[in-house]
């Protein structure tokens, strides 16, 4: 069941991405799809444990590789998605809307 | 030769960031922190000199970070390839950062950039996991986002967001095809996966075979072959002339390695045909789409989609020849593409216009510099003794009765027509008043410096070619081709006879309204994730045949 769930989390940030014709959405669409990756390794890891990878023996415990991994996931999510924000506030700056038909049609008119 | 000296091939681009860095905090001592970052950049000709006899008697150099060791440690491999991808970075990023010296334009956070990038593509080269490759990869797309939108004009920021969502979608699948491998294998270190898929290789298992696909289709973003080449064409022309030089030298190139290594470790070699088809598909697309470019830049960056292809069909003929010659076409094709977009910037520069046709010949303000122009166009043509001579020579052998073959026989007079068209913005014009700011001496060093790097890889192709054949399959023998016979060199006259009749065909008025009409189609970032989609999907069948 949480393989659907968290499949369907991923899908559904794709769609975001995709459809949406808010920067800003497209920005946070990205940001629930790589949320949803980082809940595939950490779900993987986790079955069968009982406990966190910092207490009890390598029997009960989760697989702490996977959750080291996407620590450094997490924060390459972050630097994208802060990159993408500022990226989005610089393009209001130039063409005054968030919505990614306008931009795309002015954009490549205006090249200096 | 100690294995410590590895780290520092990371280690020394990012003391150069930080260098560049410190001009950014003391305002006042910005131009000293770009010229001392550029200077501390040549730490990286240090350990790779002194890493040569080694690496050349075949030995593999590991590092393990921390002294960790796999599967949880991270390690760091130079062998024959690393070793020639870590070159061919050093010696474009040194180059083009003497280049935006010399422009002065550029301050310290387009160096600090500069040197992050570096460092990321280093890590690509270096690593011996997949993880790791990940992280690289992005530390390579944040530098770049930044680089691409770095003069802040309208049509540079969106085409770094464009880049943006496309790779990011490319590299959550890269993800999920590590997730994938973790999931069925336990491992992430590249042997162990390649040791535990074993002899029938990724296809035996339908989850593998997803997660290879998700791997090459998240590089495949990155490496920019047909149809995942969308974001390509605005990126590199938008972006200011020594990133454009930067993305289509190495950036591009150390993607494209990346994916020939994972290939070949994880038993991809069923994808080949579909590779051979795509690489041979995006060449002649990309360089028709090429002929119908007025701006000079956008040219340039659809005539390189054009060479991937050409360069990926090359090494899926699966020929003993093949590696060889992809990786010789891709380090010529990073000497002569960073020279043109660095002459062809210039050129952008001198007149303030984009579009080819209303560019005024600029021969005879800038003689040097044209010539060096007409060295990379001549290259890129195929004209022996130039480097792109060299490797199409060697590329024809590896692709000899192959079926694609023709198309890319078609391409290569097509290219021809596209620089002739290119080449009237340095034709002898008149002298003009507004030329009168020469280029500076920094900037016309660099670009005579990868001049006479073409010159050179071309004089020397054949020991080149038998010096990469030692580096990267030292198994397989191999004879060094000679490549300056009179019967190979007469394959180059029909090229250049159709070549510039193909030009003259698109001089015409009728080609020119229609070449107008091709060129306003622009994909936009919807119609970009579907052919991305669509391309994924094609991988996955691929497995089914």
């Known amino acids: 069941m949480a393989w659907y769930l968290i499949g369907a989390l991923f899908l559904t940030g794709l769609w975001g991405v995709a459809a949406k014709h808010n920067i800003v959405k497209k920005a946070m669409a990205l940001s629930i799809a790589n949320n949803a990756l980082i809940l595939f390794f950490i779900y993987n890891?986790?079955?069968?444990?009982?406990?966190?990878?910092?207490?009890?023996?390598?029997?009960?415990?989760?697989?702490?590789?996977?959750?080291?991994?996407?620590?450094?996931?997490?924060?390459?999510?972050?630097?994208?998605?802060?990159?993408?924000?500022?990226?989005?506030?610089?393009?209001?700056?130039?063409?005054?809307?968030?919505?990614?038909?306008?931009?795309?049609?002015?954009?490549?008119?205006?090249h200096e | 030769m100690s294995e410590g000296l590895v780290p520092w091939l990371i280690i020394v681009p990012l003391?150069?960031?930080?260098?560049?860095?410190?001009?950014?905090?003391?305002?006042?001592?910005?131009?000293?922190?770009?010229?001392?970052?550029?200077?501390?950049?040549?730490?990286?000709?240090?350990?790779?000199?002194?890493?040569?006899?080694?690496?050349?008697?075949?030995?593999?150099?590991?590092?393990?970070?921390?002294?960790?060791?796999?599967p949880v440690g991270i390690t760091l491999i130079l062998d024959g390839a690393a070793w020639v991808s870590a070159a061919l970075i050093f010696i474009i990023t040194f180059l083009v950062a003497v280049f935006a010296l010399g422009e002065r334009r550029y301050g310290a956070a387009f160096f600090f950039f500069l040197m992050i990038m570096t460092a990321g593509m280093m890590g690509v080269s270096l690593t011996g996991d997949l993880f790791t490759m990940f992280v690289c990869f992005e530390i390579v797309a944040i530098a770049a986002y930044a680089l691409i939108a770095f003069d802040g004009t309208a049509a540079g920021l969106a085409a770094s967001f464009k880049y943006l969502i496309l790779s990011s979608v490319g590299i959550f699948f890269f993800l999920f095809g590590i997730f994938l491998l973790y999931r069925d294998i336990g491992s992430l270190s590249i042997a162990a996966v390649s040791a535990a898929l074993g002899s029938p290789g990724a296809a035996a298992v339908p989850s593998t075979h997803l997660a290879l696909v998700s791997l090459c289709a998240g590089i495949g973003v990155r490496t920019a072959f047909i149809p995942f080449h969308t974001w390509l064409p605005e990126a590199h022309a938008y972006a200011p002339h020594p990133v454009s030089a930067l993305l289509s030298g190495v950036v591009i190139k150390i993607s494209l390695?990346?994916?020939?290594?994972?290939?070949?470790?994880?038993?991809?070699?069923?994808?080949?045909?579909?590779?051979?088809?795509?690489?041979?598909?995006?060449?002649?697309?990309?360089?028709?789409?090429?002929?119908?470019?007025?701006?000079?830049?956008?040219?340039?960056?659809?005539?390189?989609?054009?060479?991937?292809?050409?360069?990926?069909?090359?090494?899926?003929?699966?020929?003993?020849?093949?590696?060889?010659?992809?990786?010789?076409?891709?380090?010529?094709?990073?000497?002569?593409?960073?020279?043109?977009?660095?002459?062809?910037?210039?050129?952008?520069?001198?007149t303030g216009e984009r579009n080819l046709y209303r560019m005024r010949p600029l021969g005879r303000d800038y003689p040097i510099i044209s010539a060096a122009?007409?060295?990379?166009?001549?290259?890129?043509?195929?004209?022996?003794?130039?480097?792109?001579?060299?490797?199409?020579?060697?590329?024809?052998?590896?692709?000899?009765?192959?079926?694609?073959?023709?198309?890319?026989?078609?391409?290569?007079?097509?290219?021809?027509?596209?620089f002739i068209k290119l080449s009237r913005i340095y034709l002898p014009g008149a002298i003009s008043a507004r030329a009168r700011t020469k280029p500076g001496v920094l900037t016309t060093v660099s670009v005579i410096a990868l001049s006479a790097l073409c010159l050179c890889a071309g004089i020397f192709g054949g020991p080149i070619a038998g010096m990469l054949q030692r580096l990267l399959q030292p198994a397989v023998p191999f004879a060094v081709p000679a490549l300056f016979r009179v019967s190979a060199l007469l394959m180059f006259t029909p090229i250049a006879v159709l070549g510039t009749a193909g030009y003259f065909l698109i001089a015409t008025p009728a080609a020119r309204s229609l070449a107008a009409r091709y060129e306003s189609f622009m994909p936009n970032v919807r119609t970009v994730l579907v052919l991305f989609f669509a391309g994924l999907a094609c991988f996955v069948a691929a497995g089914r045949w």
Request: net charge positive; with cysteine; aromatic share 10%.
């Open chain 1, 45 to 110: 890891g986790s079955r069968g444990a009982q406990t966190a990878p910092i207490e009890g023996s390598a029997k009960v415990m989760a697989d702490p590789l996977p959750q080291a991994l996407m620590l450094t996931a997490i924060v390459v999510g972050i630097c994208i998605l802060a990159l993408a924000l500022a990226l989005i506030y610089r393009l209001y700056l130039r063409f005054g809307t968030l919505d990614i038909r306008t931009i795309e049609r002015k954009a490549w008119k205006t």
């Open chain 2, 373 to 418: 122009f007409f060295i990379g166009a001549l290259s890129i043509c195929g004209m022996p003794p130039l480097n792109g001579y060299a490797s199409k020579a060697l590329i024809g052998t590896a692709m000899k009765g192959s079926p694609a073959y023709p198309l890319l026989w078609i391409t290569s007079f097509a290219t021809v027509a596209s």
């Open chain 2, 257 to 350: 390695f990346a994916m020939l290594r994972l290939l070949l470790q994880f038993g991809g070699q069923y994808l080949f045909g579909l590779l051979l088809w795509i690489g041979a598909l995006t060449a002649l697309s990309a360089v028709i789409s090429a002929l119908a470019q007025s701006d000079a830049k956008r040219l340039l960056a659809f005539s390189s989609i054009s060479q991937m292809g050409y360069i990926l069909a090359a090494f899926a003929a699966g020929e003993s020849v093949s590696l060889v010659a992809a990786f010789s076409h891709a380090i010529n094709h990073a000497l002569f593409k960073s020279l043109l977009f660095l002459t062809v910037g210039i050129a952008v520069q001198a």
């Open chain 2, 15 to 70: 003391i150069c960031g930080g260098a560049a860095q410190c001009g950014k905090v003391w305002k006042r001592f910005d131009r000293h922190a770009c010229v001392l970052s550029t200077a501390l950049l040549t730490g990286i000709a240090a350990v790779l000199l002194p890493a040569r006899a080694a690496i050349f008697s075949g030995a593999v150099l590991r590092y393990h970070l921390g002294s960790w060791t796999e």
